[in-house]
C-alpha cells in the first residue's frame, strides 16, 4: 500500500480512538470537514510526528475552519 494512504488510515484510526466514535463517525467528520485534503496536503510534515500531535491538529484545524465551510 502507498505511505500516504497507510499514514490517513492510521490518522482516522488515531481521531476515533482519541474521541471514542465510531469509524463511519470519524469518515463523516473527516469528509465534512476536508480533513483527507488537509492531511494530503500536509502529509510531510504530519507523518513525522506523533499519534496525539495528529489527533490535536486535526481538532485544531477543523475548530478553525470558517463556519460557512462546517456542516
Known sequence: MNRSIDFT????ESYKQAHNISGKAALKIFNDNKVFDYIKSFYDVLHTTGQDYIVKDIDFYIDSRPKEFKN
Do not use: K, N, Y
Not at 488510515?9 to 482516522?12: L, N, Q, S
Open 9 to 12: 488510515v492510521f490518522c482516522i
